[in-house]
């Protein structure tokens, strides 16, 4: 089947996904599962530190959630390298990032499990790798992910659940993989949440991660923590 014929395929999906997909729960019983079949282009992945939908297509992550696991970074990620996860999924990978403004960024932040060293590193495969433009990754998205850290000081359970969003639009990369338009965040602690939707543009640069607050652009989800 034709690139494009997948693209407009997987876009449809997308589209209905979302109320769909069977129950993402994970517990401490249920981590380092994995419902893949090369023939199916989403593929279903639970992990320790965070669990993800991710499209083989797009060769990018639809959903991840996650549950804040370190407040206070414990860990140093010098010397961590993107890889492969154990699980026969066609991702995307270091040639997709080369020369562009595509930042390598994380949807289950690094620093939120660098206090166990093998949850720090399945945030380095590329199952939790999206094409993130650089003044986004190394803006207001890194500044909400340390507003989580510190949420977490003060609350027991602060759970995350972020959907990127592609449509027909979406540019392709000539190396395969495809950019999302932008991100849909949520944050929930105590008997409060945050929603936050973030372009992925270079629209972002300068700004706080506090305007991207948003009562509108939702979404349902059955990924959670």
Request: hydrophobic share 35%.
């Amino acid at each position: 089947m034709k690139k494009s014929t997948q693209l407009i395929l997987t876009l449809a999906v997308i589209g209905t996904a979302w109320f769909t997909f069977s129950s993402f729960t994970t517990s401490v019983k249920k981590v380092e599962e994995v419902t893949t079949n090369p023939e199916q282009d989403i593929q279903s992945v639970y992990l320790a530190a965070y669990s993800v939908n991710y499209s083989q297509v797009l060769e990018q992550p639809l959903e991840v959630a996650y549950i804040v696991n370190c407040p206070v970074p414990e860990l140093d990620r010098k010397g961590k390298y993107w890889k492969s996860s154990p699980y026969d999924i066609k991702t995307s990978d270091n040639k997709d990032y080369i020369n562009n403004v595509w930042d390598r960024g994380h949807l289950a932040p690094a620093a939120s499990f660098a206090c166990n060293e093998d949850q720090f590193n399945q945030t380095f495969y590329w199952l939790n790798s999206t094409l993130q433009h650089a003044d986004l990754n190394r803006g207001p998205w890194k500044e909400v992910e340390q507003f989580e850290r510190d949420l977490a000081k003060v609350f027991d359970t602060v759970r995350v659940t972020i959907r990127c969003d592609f449509d027909k639009f979406s540019e392709v990369l000539e190396t395969g993989a495809t950019v999302p338009n932008a991100y849909r965040r949520h944050i929930e602690f105590g008997d409060k949440d945050i929603w936050l939707y973030f372009p992925n543009d270079s629209t972002v640069k300068g700004k706080d991660w506090s305007d991207f607050k948003t009562a509108l652009r939702r979404f349902e989800t059955r990924l959670t923590r």
